[in-house]
């Protein structure tokens, strides 16, 4: 198991696990918050304590497994309820969780964040936003990488809206932490995955086979990222 712990100012951490998947940690004067759990990682709490003397609370993004490796340290998690199928019966994990949805705020002390709904990469998942630091934590939605869609939780649809309602939100955050890719990313590319996603459901773009786990998606490399979907 190989992570590293990146710096990223003096209240916020970024821990890359593995290179496969990267998760953070936020503190303000009260307490502090995990956004995810890492995937090969399963001490992502003891890793925040080596960190910071506050109390330790946990959310997660979404409920793949890559971002809930160290749920299993924590006796509640932040979730919102409609990712709950996805938690229990596809990824067949376990733990008790708070509901959060969408316009909720988490202060950790003079630190508030807002819960952002975004489904479609699954039904659940959610931002935060990082009010005074005018910082986007996206989870999986808003990156440069591989943006899974295929599977029964996921849905292109939903997900095309989910960017589109990114624009009331627009004026109030300067940069984006997504949990895999590059790191940062920036609002412009919140209207490249728009546009690409119009143009895959139009048929613009080509598609090749890519295996994941012995099975086979449809790929479609549109230069911002690359979505990975069912087959058709």
Do not use: C
Not at 37 to 62: C, Q, R, W, Y
Not at 130 to 153: C, E, K
Request: glycine share 8%; proline share 5%; net charge negative.
């Amino acid at each position: 198991m190989a992570y590293e712990i990146i710096k990223i100012d003096g209240n916020t951490w970024r821990v890359e696990d593995n290179k496969h998947v990267r998760f953070f940690l936020l503190t303000g004067t009260k307490e502090a918050l995990l956004i995810d759990s890492g995937m090969e990682v399963h001490n992502a709490k003891e890793i925040a304590e080596g960190l910071t003397d506050l109390p330790v609370k946990l959310l997660i993004t979404h409920a793949d497994r890559d971002h809930t490796g160290s749920n299993g340290e924590f006796d509640k998690f932040y979730m919102h309820p409609s990712e709950a199928s996805n938690y229990y019966n596809t990824q067949k994990s376990d733990g008790d969780f708070i509901p959060i949805v969408e316009g909720d705020v988490i202060d950790l002390g003079e630190r508030p964040l807002e819960i952002i709904a975004l489904p479609g990469h699954t039904p659940g998942s959610i931002a935060v936003l990082d009010v005074n630091n005018r910082v986007l934590i996206s989870g999986d939605p808003i990156q440069d990488g591989a943006i899974f869609m295929f599977g029964v939780q996921r849905e292109i649809h939903a997900y095309l809206k989910s960017l589109k309602k990114l624009d009331q939100y627009r004026d109030r955050f300067d940069v984006i932490y997504p949990s895999h890719g590059s790191f940062p990313v920036y609002p412009d590319l919140i209207d490249k995955l728009y546009e690409a996603v119009q143009g895959i459901l139009a048929g613009n773009y080509p598609s090749k086979d890519a295996e994941f786990h012995g099975i086979i998606v449809d790929s479609y490399d549109v230069g911002a990222a690359t979505f990975l979907m069912d087959k058709k």
